[in-house]
Structures are given as structure tokens and as C-alpha cells.
């Protein structure tokens, strides 16, 4: 083949200096796609937020302001009385000690539901992802398949299960319950991202002499700060807002925060203290709220961390 | 010469697929061998095994006359290093060395003494309080190095330690490889897919293709009596040329479409000469060009296509009736398109390869 590339004449190329574009491309603030892109933002944050602004500004109401009518108007007088109420006095059926108690239930639920899940999930997931053992797969494809079973099919026999153990009714029984129904969606999640992790990493470690838990505990968990974070929010605020499993496997005296928010809405004594029901649904959200924002902030400066080449 | 690292009739499979069949492998102790193979062709496996990453699927391996088929791979005596480099994210250049020794229950002081003497011989005392990330390419792959340094191991593993540096920086710590095994005379078997990294290291090169071994044999060795057609095609770049045709007279001639040349001078292998259709492979730089090619035994008549100036040498394609060849010339030769280029070679250069079996006559 004859090399025809033809070498482009000086002239053609030393034009014009001056006048073309240069530099940055200018950005218009009012472009179409700007309007468009803030105004959807705009309206999805409005969305949000108005129900949120209602609540608020109800919950610091007197009954009488709100008697008035207009849930958007701010209170002229601001009265944390609501609040104290919802607390502390709110009636849940039977007793009238607000929400503390239940409160501290949740809390109890909680944490060792949400640790015991994910200690356990991590462990599988890891060895689910790295220790390729017999058997795994199959292992894997029953935890996935479970977490397509409806729990309504699964709350009588567990009930049964419960009660021969003698857990019904007891906060333990429903931390057992947390952690199993939890499993295989962080499983699935631990799995994922230990097998996204460098396999030659694993197989350095290997070669170094770390064994099971020593690769586990000094090489992959300093380095899945992210999913631990992913994992927490996720499970949290699960558990915190799970009604339920609460209301199915736990008695009166060890109802978690949810089912005794219910119990407070519900009452049908008396008129509805709508300030007292606001105050005592953001007391309640409040949990997974806090996670967000603590969480959040975590969550991001995790994955910057993990980011770094490395 | 005593052997390092015997492999007996090692099998893998996957599932269904066998990627390493009935492998057999003696290194010698202190040797350097390369693994050089086209991708995919089970290198990376061949090494695992040998490391204790992956169980075997048949077949014994023995490390220094021990038995490792089922030890783990920290108890083998081997280090490896990956072409990743894998070093610990969160830990210290120290804390990546030390974590090994660690691990085997070594004394501070101990552990201390062996990192300081392996940071010294890589040069990386001033980076032993860095991250990894901090780290460039290089850096990091001497750490990798070194986290193998420090165990005092029998056996270096090297899975493409260079792939995923600079060309410049490969040709740097090539040589810092060759310049450590020279030091240590440990046993080091080495991956690679570059032939250049394979032809200037090793002792010997192991040819894999489909889990098994084609050749194991000097560089020399492999480059000028390659066992096979693919060997002979594999090692050189650009590849070797090929003729088709026929033996005949006993292995005195070989008749193909660019006419008959005589063999005389061609050394043929243990099977000796055999008639019957052949290829005959001659290197790019085996040809010889102009006043020079009139000295040569078999001379042809050719045309320039094609050239390729590379600074030290000129690349030539050139046509023969329709056969392509490729020609390494000087550098400093003037060759045009079109241009008529008389060519020839000697015989004794080159390797003749039967039609069906593709392996050296
Ligand atoms: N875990 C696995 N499961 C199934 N097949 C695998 C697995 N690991 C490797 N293989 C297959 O085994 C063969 C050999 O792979 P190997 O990694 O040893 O190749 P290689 O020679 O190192 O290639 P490369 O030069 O690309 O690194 C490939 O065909 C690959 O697809
Ligand atoms: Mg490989």
C-alpha cells in the first residue's frame, strides 16, 4: 500500500489568532437545562418538607390555635407542652406514661438486633465472597430466595417457634427475629462488596500467614468502614420503624416505640390531641433521623477513604 | 542440579474446565523461570497451585523436597507478588512488611532487624512510615517485593509484577529483579506476557498454552529451536515468516511456491529428516538484504510493501509473488515503497516444521 497521508499545508493552520473561542466555555445560569433541573429539585424539596413544617409547627400549638383551622400558620404562642405530653402522660391504652418507656424498649430492641445482624452478616458475606467453601452456592441461593419470602407466610410459625422456646412475648424473641429476617439482604450486601475488593489482597494475606479471622479482622474490616456505615443506617432504621414484628412478637409491657405511637394515635377517649400525636411521631422518627445526619456525613467521608487508589 | 520446586502430573479444573492437564515441572534450585504464555492459558493458576492458593485437582507439588500438596500457602516457604501489588490499604509500609512476620510470631526486635535490611536492599527506608496510597507504582511494587523479602522464603512467586508500569520503570526494575535474584540466588518463577521481560530473565522459559507446557528451555534455546510452530510464532516480534511446501531428497530440499531452496546446513532435530509437507520458518532478522543477501544460499527476489522505521532497526514488509515477509533491516538503510529488495538466508537459520504435527523436524 502506497502511504497517501498528505501533510497538511502551514498556511492553513497559522490562521486565525485571534477572535475564535478561547478559554472556558461560558456557562449560562437561566439555561433550560438549569430551569429545569432546579425547578424539579425545588418541587421534590417542597414535597418533602411541607408535611415535615406541619408537624413541626403543630406539635408547639396549644389545642386552641389549632382549633383555628390553618395547619400552615406558624404558632403565635410556642408551648412545649405537647412534647413533655407525649413523653411522658400520653395514654397508650391501658397506662398513661407516654412514650418513655417504649422508647427505652426500642432502644433494647435495637442495638442488639442491629449488632448481632450485622456481626453475623459480615461474617458470612465474607466467607460467602472469599472462602469459596462447599456447598456455598447453594447456600447463597436459599439466603436470596428468603429474602423473597413474604413475612406474612413466616409470622404464625414463628410464633410457634418462639413460644416452645419460651422467647414469645419477650424482647430477646424479637431480637432473633431482627436478626434472622435481616439476613439475607445484608448478606447479599457483604458479599458484594467483599467480592468487589481486590482478590490479590486476599491471596497476599494468605500467603503472609493470616488466617480466617486474621485476614477478617486486620485486612478487610479496616478497609469496609463504608458498608459497616451502609449497613447500620439500613438496619437501624429498619428495626427502629418495624411495627409488625413488634406488634406480633412482643406483649404490652415490651412494645416497641412504634406500636405504643400507634396506641397514642388510635386512642379514641376524649378529642384528638393532634399537637400531642405530631410531637409524639417526630419523637419516634427522631432515631432514624439522627442516623441520617450523623451517619450521612460517615457514610460520605467513608467512601472518599475508600476511594483512594490503593 | 538439585530441584527447588518438583510439580508431579498437577491437574485443575474448574468445575468442568480443566485449565492445568497432567503438568509436569522440575526448577532447580536457584533457577529463574519464566512462565510465558498467551492469555488465559492457565499461568496464573500453574502459580497459584504452587503458592497453596488453590487446591490442586490431582498431582503432588514438592518445595524443596517437602511435600506442600496440602499445606497452606504461609507454611510453603514461598512469597508472592502480584501484579496489583496488593499492599494493605490502611497499613504503613512497615505495617505491610512486618505483617507477615506477625503473623509467625516473630520477636520485635527480629522483626525490626529483617525490615530494616529488606528496606535497604529495595531502597525504600525513607517510605516506611507511608501509606500505600502515598506510594508511586514503582514504590509500591518494591514494597510488594519486600513484603516477600522479609520472610526469607525459598521461593519467589511473581505474577506480572510489572503489567502496570511505565515502560521506562519497567525496564528499570526488571533489572533490579534480575540484580536481586543474582544476590539472593533464591529459586523465582516469574509470569509475564512481555518477551522481552521473559528472553532477559530468566534461566529458563516454560512455553504454556491450553495447561500445558510446549517447551521449557534456555531463552536462547527457545528463540533459535523453538519446539513448535506456535513456540517458533509466539517468541520474536515481528513473528517469524513461513514457507509452505514440501520436503524432499531426503531432507535435502524444500520446494515451495517462492521455489526450491537447498537445506544444506539446516540441522535437523532428533526424529531426523523426514519428507512430506513442511513449513519453513525464518526470523525477520535472519534475512538478509542486498549486497549481503547475495552471500547467502538461498537468495529471492522481492519487492518492498511496507516500512517501518524504528530508530535502531527498519521493519520491511515485502512481497514475494503474493507471500508476505517481514525483514529487520539496519536503521540507517533507505528503502522506499515499491522499491525492488533483494533478499536471502542461510538455512542453518532456520526451523522447519511438519505440516500436521506443527513440531520441529
Ligand atoms: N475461578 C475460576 N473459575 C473458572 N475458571 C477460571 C477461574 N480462574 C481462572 N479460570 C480460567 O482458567 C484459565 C486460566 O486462567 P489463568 O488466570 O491461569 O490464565 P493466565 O495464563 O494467568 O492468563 P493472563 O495472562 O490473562 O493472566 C482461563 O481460561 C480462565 O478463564
Ligand atoms: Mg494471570
Given at each position: 500500500m502506497v502511504d497517501d497521508r498528505t501533510i497538511p499545508a502551514a498556511s492553513q493552520t497559522v490562521?486565525?489568532?485571534?477572535?475564535g473561542p478561547r478559554g472556558p466555555k461560558p456557562q449560562r445560569a437561566f439555561s433550560r437545562k438549569n430551569v429545569f433541573l432546579y425547578g424539579t429539585l425545588l418541587m421534590v424539596t417542597i414535597y418533602y418538607a411541607i408535611p415535615l413544617y406541619v408537624m413541626i409547627v403543630t406539635s408547639l400549638k396549644g389545642l386552641p390555635e389549632i382549633r383555628?383551622?390553618?395547619?400552615f400558620a406558624p404558632p403565635v404562642e410556642i408551648t412545649f407542652e405537647p412534647w413533655v405530653k407525649a413523653w411522658?402522660?400520653?395514654?397508650?391504652?391501658?397506662?398513661?406514661?407516654?412514650l418513655s418507656g417504649y422508647f427505652w424498649n426500642s432502644v433494647k430492641i435495637t442495638i442488639p438486633s442491629v449488632i448481632l445482624s450485622i456481626i453475623i452478616a459480615s461474617v458470612n458475606g465474607y466467607a460467602l465472597a472469599?472462602?469459596?467453601?462447599?456447598g456455598a452456592n447453594l447456600f447463597f441461593a436459599i439466603l436470596i430466595f428468603g429474602a423473597f419470602i413474604p413475612y406474612q407466610v413466616m409470622l404464625y410459625p414463628i410464633v410457634i417457634m418462639l413460644r416452645e422456646l419460651g422467647l414469645y412475648g419477650d424482647l430477646s424473641g424479637l431480637v432473633i427475629v431482627h436478626t434472622i429476617f435481616g439476613m439475607p439482604i445484608l448478606t447479599l450486601l457483604f458479599r458484594n462488596y467483599f467480592a468487589s475488593l481486590p482478590e490479590e489482597l486476599f491471596k497476599a494475606a494468605r500467603v503472609d500467614g493470616a488466617g480466617f479471622w486474621g485476614i477478617y479482622f486486620r485486612v478487610l474490616l479496616p478497609m469496609s468502614l463504608p458498608i459497616f456505615t451502609v449497613a447500620v443506617i439500613l438496619q437501624v432504621t429498619g428495626i427502629w420503624n418495624d411495627f409488625l414484628f413488634g406488634v406480633v412478637y412482643t406483649g404490652p409491657e415490651s412494645y416497641p416505640m412504634t406500636v405504643a405511637l400507634n396506641n397514642i394515635v388510635n386512642?379514641?377517649?376524649?378529642?384528638?390531641?393532634y399537637n400531642v400525636n405530631m410531637a409524639a411521631t417526630i419523637i419516634t422518627a427522631l432515631v432514624p433521623l439522627t442516623i441520617y445526619f450523623v451517619s450521612g456525613k460517615l457514610f460520605v467521608r467513608g467512601i472518599a477513604a475508600g476511594a483512594v487508589k490503593g | 542440579m538439585e530441584s527447588s520446586i518438583t510439580i508431579r502430573d498437577l491437574e485443575l479444573s474448574f468445575g468442568a474446565v480443566e485449565?492445568?492437564?497432567?503438568l509436569n515441572l522440575d526448577i532447580g534450585q536457584g533457577e529463574f523461570l519464566v512462565l510465558l504464555g498467551s492469555?488465559?492459558?492457565g499461568k496464573s493458576t500453574l502459580l497459584n497451585c504452587i503458592a497453596g492458593l488453590l487446591d490442586v485437582t490431582d498431582g503432588q507439588i514438592f518445595i524443596q523436597g517437602r511435600?506442600?500438596?496440602?499445606?497452606?500457602p504461609s507454611d510453603r516457604g514461598i512469597g508472592m507478588v502480584f501484579q496489583s501489588y496488593?499492599?494493605?490499604?490502611?497499613?504503613?509500609v512497615e505495617g505491610n512488611l512486618s505483617f507477615g512476620l506477625k503473623n509467625a510470631g516473630f520477636s520485635k526486635s527480629e522483626i525490626a532487624e529483617r525490615i530494616d535490611r529488606a528496606a535497604k536492599v529495595l531502597q525504600i527506608e525513607p517510605l516506611l512510615?507511608?501509606?500505600?496510597?502515598?506510594?508511586s507504582g514503582g514504590q509500591r511494587q518494591r514494597v510488594a517485593i519486600g513484603r516477600a523479602l522479609v520472610r526469607d522464603v525459598d521461593v519467589f512467586l511473581f505474577?506480572?509484577?510489572?503489567?502496570?508500569?511505565?515502560a521506562k520503570l519497567r525496564t528499570d526494575l526488571r533489572a533490579e529483579i534480575k540484580e536481586l535474584h543474582k544476590r539472593l540466588r533464591n529459586t523465582m518463577i516469574y509470569v509475564t506476557h512481555d518477551q522481552i521481560e521473559a528472553m532477559t530473565l530468566a534461566d529458563r522459559i516454560a512455553i504454556m498454552r491450553d495447561g500445558k507446557i510446549l517447551q521449557l528451555a534456555s531463552p536462547k534455546e527457545i528463540y533459535?529451536?523453538?519446539?513448535s510452530k506456535y513456540v517458533a510464532e509466539f517468541i520474536g516480534s515481528p513473528s517469524m515468516n513461513f514457507f509452505d511446501g514440501k520436503i524432499g531428497e531426503n531432507g535435502q530440499s524444500f520446494a515451495c511456491d517462492a521455489g526450491t531452496f537447498s537445506l544444506n546446513g539446516y540441522q535437523f532435530g532428533e526424529g531426523g529428516a523426514q519428507d512430506g509437507t513442511a513449513w519453513l520458518g525464518i526470523r525477520p532478522e535472519h534475512i538478509a538484504v542486498g549486497?549481503?543477501?547475495?552471500?547467502?544460499p538461498i537468495q529471492l527476489e522481492a519487492s518492498v510493501q511496507h516500512v517501518e522505521p524504528l530508530g535502531s532497526d527498519t521493519l520491511v514488509r515485502v512481497l514475494i509473488g503474493d507471500r508476505r515477509l517481514w525483514v529487520r533491516i539496519d536503521g540507517q538503510s533507505e528503502v522506499a515503497d515499491g522499491d525492488a529488495l533483494n533478499i536471502g538466508f542461510d538455512p542453518a537459520m532456520a526451523n522447519i516444521f511438519d505440516k500436521t504435527s506443527e513440531t520441529r523436524l
Open positions: 490562521n486565525d489568532f485571534d477572535g383555628l383551622g390553618n395547619i411522658a402522660e400520653a395514654c397508650t391504652g391501658l397506662n398513661c406514661n407516654g472469599n472462602w469459596r467453601f462447599k386512642t379514641t377517649q376524649g378529642v384528638t390531641e | 485449565v492445568l492437564k497432567n492469555s488465559g492459558c511435600n506442600v500438596t496440602w499445606e497452606e496488593a499492599l494493605y490499604p490502611q497499613m504503613t512510615k507511608r501509606k500505600p496510597g502515598a506510594l505474577d506480572e509484577p510489572l503489567s502496570n508500569l511505565d533459535n529451536r523453538p519446539a549486497t549481503e543477501a547475495k552471500t547467502m
